[in-house]
């Protein structure tokens, strides 16, 4: 059976998550999970944030599920997910934006997805004083990460084969940070030119390549966020579209998300640890079950059928409306959702 890492987290982590456990076993998924630790609990029982033994599993398995992590803060810490990022080299950050009947929003056919570059630019935290008074930070792009996340956001452009259109839009300010920035924008869209005149995107007949300033991109994508299929950001402008594009949906309780590098992939609850709210049984669960069903579609996984199985009854609960969390205006518990979710698998296998 296929092993797969479990991260409990923090906060509201081991409610979530206890969520999935019982979805996937009740949905008789064959994998076993392997439980390791990261976070404020990995400190307080092994004495460190990312325990080598973590990241260790994670190698070995190769594939990860994760529900939110706790740095603490002031105390000289790095970022525990940004560690994670960095050990196992998972350049990318995956964001699918996807609208879900049921959960009230303005926008009704969003389907894009984000793909961020995850190893450098403003978030490589390199930084220092300059005296008392001034502090800066390097922000560094290179062609070779340009050129890497260019690769794996065309990929998925044509894994996803629109009906409507196939298009990558590339994110920046190159209009202010030209040699930065510009060098982010000149190696994708290089790369994608190359790509389309040696016909190396064969699966799909065409495809669009166009560029936005982070500014308009936000415009847009608050103004008409159907008429995007995949953006390519670096790490800060990806970062804060993707917590936009998540608000367009519904909000960081119902978007899945995932890290991913040429070896590993980690899949991610996208909110945080939400302390004001643990240990109560009201947390939604959905953001880490539909990155559970991303991870099932993993080519390290592969089980499809499992992931259209669980996926259709998610989107049957909330479409019902009867049984969700606070977060999306029901009086559900986390537990009476996962039940509900469940009684919907069996539904759907009558069918
Ligand atoms: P952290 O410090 O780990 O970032 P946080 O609570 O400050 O945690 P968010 O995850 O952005 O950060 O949470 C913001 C608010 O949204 C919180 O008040 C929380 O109650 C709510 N929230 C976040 N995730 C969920 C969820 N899965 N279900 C219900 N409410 C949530």
């Known amino acids: 059976m296929k092993k797969v890492v479990l991260i409990p987290g923090d906060g509201i982590g081991p409610e979530i998550v206890e969520s999935v456990k019982k979805i996937f076993k009740a949905a008789d998924v064959q994998i076993e999970w392997e439980e390791h630790l990261a976070g404020e609990s990995a400190l307080d029982k092994l004495g460190f944030l990312l325990p080598i033994s973590t990241v260790g599993a994670i190698r070995k398995h190769k594939i990860a599920l994760k529900a939110p992590l706790t740095t603490p803060v002031g105390k000289g810490f790095r970022s525990v997910n940004v560690q994670m990022r960095k050990e196992l080299d998972l350049f990318a950050n995956v964001r699918p934006i996807v609208s879900l009947e049921g959960v009230k929003t303005p926008f009704k056919n969003v389907d894009l997805v984000i793909v961020r570059e995850n ?42 084969n629109r009906i409507s259109e196939n298009r990558l839009t590339i994110v920046h300010k190159a209009n202010i940070m030209k040699l930065t920035d510009g060098l982010f924008l000149s190696s994708i869209k290089e790369l994608a030119e190359k790509y389309i005149s040696e016909g190396s995107l064969h699966r799909i007949k065409t495809m669009t390549v166009d560029d936005r300033i982070i500014d308009n991109m936000c415009m847009q994508l608050v103004q008409r966020p159907e008429t995007v299929d995949v953006i390519v950001a670096p790490n800060c402008h990806g970062d804060i579209i993707s917590d936009l594009c998540a608000a367009l949906v519904g909000g960081l309780g119902v978007a899945p998300g995932a890290n991913i590098g040429d070896d590993c992939a980690v899949y991610e609850a996208i909110h945080g640890t939400a302390p004001d709210i643990a240990g109560k049984g009201l947390a939604n669960p959905t953001s880490l079950l539909l990155s559970a069903v991303m991870m099932l579609r993993d080519k390290n996984i592969g089980d499809h059928d499992n992931a259209d199985k669980i996926e259709a009854a998610i989107k049957k609960t909330l479409r019902e409306g009867k049984m969700v969390t606070g977060d999306l205006g029901g009086s559900a518990s986390t537990m009476e959702y996962t039940d509900a979710i469940i009684a919907n698998l069996w539904a759907s296998e009558r069918r």
Do not use: N, P, Q, W
């Not at 792009?141 to 044509?158: H, Y």
């Open 119 to 160: 190893t450098e630019g403003l978030y490589a935290g390199i930084e220092h004083m300059v005296g008392d008074d001034a502090a800066e930070t390097i922000r560094v792009i290179t062609r070779k990460a340009s050129e890497r996340i260019g690769r794996f956001a065309l990929k998925m452009v044509v894994e996803r």
